[in-house]
């Protein structure tokens, strides 16, 4: 999901302005740990990473995991227990106002104000962060038009639905061009028309250069979305990678689902087969499985490697016994597996 | 992800704001305070409403109705009206603080957006206190013409008229300041039965409707009367409004006054930090 440069209007030309005075990963965050007043353990047991300028990172884990806690000492409204961390280049616990005024934060219950109408919740938004009069007028009109709200800027946040709601908390943490825009747990609640224009909004932050942090318990988002995966559990960090890395790195999951149409003579007992293809340089395991749905027989082959390699040997494997492949499909391992192999149980 | 890949997308509008002028948190914490008083104003004549009613109907019975059936002296007035702009002052400073705390750190959860704001979190509990001292001090305000339009006319002297401001200012930020605790250390399902508990006590011990050193022969409960801060604004608007009237000398009301309103946002800035930071 590598976007196309687009620089299609001059806010998105100049949009490195503000960091190109700082160097550094737009949030770092070394040894950081929270225990809760009265808990007896950590929430967060030390946790360290780097969030690189301009990429979307995101967290992964089961509720209670730790990412909230992240989140919360990142936007400076939980203070850490122990460790260190910077956003955009400033210590959100030494100089929590300096960290508020580069980060924005989009939270996962709404908390637009009631009182306000959409168009003024943005522009008393930009007014704390001390973005001028005409400056907030212009970008709050050009920030609904581009959320598709332009259409109702004067009816209140309780008139509208969940995804709406969604749209203008993003539209409001936007109005003042924040260098890191936390994102928590965004998708919860939404249907899948929503959830697209969310991924599409992140997709299009992402190639205007601002760092996206998003928290998650959904595979899909988390894959779709991030350039890097940070799996938490338990308060602490038990991978970081992209997904495609972490993937790669997983020893089960890899699949060559095959149906085979059986030849005649010796070659019409699968037993067979299944033990010649065991012998391939490379197959794990291989297992009949029952379907059927399926004329002929359906064998799966867990393999080490890139399952795609081994169609050809299979094929002549399945030729030698008289019979001919009619379907294949390779199953690939994805983040859910990574996350089961890594925790010992499913997120869902 | 074809998306983000389509050239036609919308692009988002995220140019930073290049050479910011530099808002300090103060400035940060008058735009929040320009939010509440944009709020208010918009609904300013249900605000009136709601902070005239009381008083408006305590002066007209206790002062004006009791009066003319002969229940109570004439001249309870006078004794009456400087109780009851301390009551105006310090119960709308301590409602209009505590309600919308209540509310906005449970149901609404609006204030993260100001937590958010680049301003040390005590600014956001000190703008409450201001805002809900400023309506405090317009119910204070408003007591006087409700006071010539009911009792025909209120006791008034030019030359202390800078020290009734004073306390008047000094009513509404004990309010406020009350408010600030309540708001941030009563859980929100218990905020009613709070407001029960300690309203009615506040209202009748603080010495609003009668001089606290008649209360001689009532010793203990002149003791409990001394509790109240509010005690202090009606005393002390009763020395300078009525000076013939016995009263605690308006030197002591000012600086005890002084006193529990800074122990009281103590306390109150406390709360706040505990309620707005993990």
Partial sequence: MRAAPQGTTSATATIHNSDSSRSGPAVEVVGLAKRYPKATADSLAGVSFEVERGEVFGFLGPNGAGKSTTIGILTTRIRPTRGRAVVAGVDVAADPVGARRVLGV????????????????????????????????????????QFGLADRPDGRPDDFSGGQIQRMMIARALMHSPSVLFLDEPSTGLDPAARLFLWDKVAELRSAGTTVVITTHDM???????????????????????????????????????????GAGPGADPTGLVAAVSAISGVSETEQLEDPTVSGWRIRIHVEGDPASFVAQVAQVVAAFGGSLTGVRLGEPNLEDVFIQLTGRALR | MTIADDPTASTVATAPLGHLPHWGPWRTGLAILRRDLFVTGREFP???????????????????????????????????????????????????????????????????????????I??????????????????????????????????????????????????????????????????????????????????????????????????WFQVVCTLNPMTYISEGLRGLMVPHVPHIPVGVCFMVGVAYLAVLMVVGMIGFNRRALG
Wanted: charged share 15%; hydrophobic share 50%.
């Fill in chain 1, 106 to 145: 989009v939270p996962q219950m709404n908390n637009l104000d009631r009182s306000l109408s959409v168009r003024q919740n943005l522009i008393f938004h930009a007014s704390y962060h001390g973005v001028p009069r005409g400056r907030r007028n212009r970008l709050a009109d050009a920030i609904l038009d």
């Fill in chain 2, 46 to 120: 249900i605000f009136l409403a709601q902070v005239i009613l009381q008083p408006l109907f305590l002066l007209f019975v206790f002062g004006k109705v009791l009066t003319a059936l002969g229940y109570t002296r004439p001249g309870y007035q006078l004794v009456l009206f400087p109780g009851l702009v301390a009551l105006a002052a310090v119960l709308t400073g301590l409602q209009s603080t505590a309600l919308p705390l209540v509310i906005e750190f449970s149901y609404s959860n609006e204030i993260e957006d100001r937590l958010l704001a680049p301003l040390p």
């Fill in chain 1, 220 to 262: 899909d988002e988390a894959a779709t979305l991030s350039d890097r995966v940070a799996i938490i559990d338990h308060g602490t960090l038990l991978a970081l990678d992209t997904p495609a890395a972490l993937v790669r790195g997983m020893s089960a999951g890899r699949t060559l689902d095959c149906t085979v149409e059986p």
């Fill in chain 2, 122 to 219: 005590g600014a956001v509990a000190l703008e409450k206190v201001v805002f809900g001292a400023m309506r405090a001090f317009v119910a204070a305000a408003v007591m006087f013409p409700i006071g010539v339009w009911v009792l025909g006319a209120v006791p008034w002297q030019a030359s202390t008229f800078g020290a009734v401001l004073a306390m008047v200012v000094l009513g509404s930020l004990l309010g406020s300041a009350m408010g600030l605790i309540l708001g941030t250390y009563v859980p929100p399902n218990r905020i009613n039965v709070t407001f029960a508990l300690v309203l009615t006590p506040l209202i009748f011990t603080g010495c609003s409707q009668y001089p606290w050193p008649s209360l001689r022969d009532l010793r």
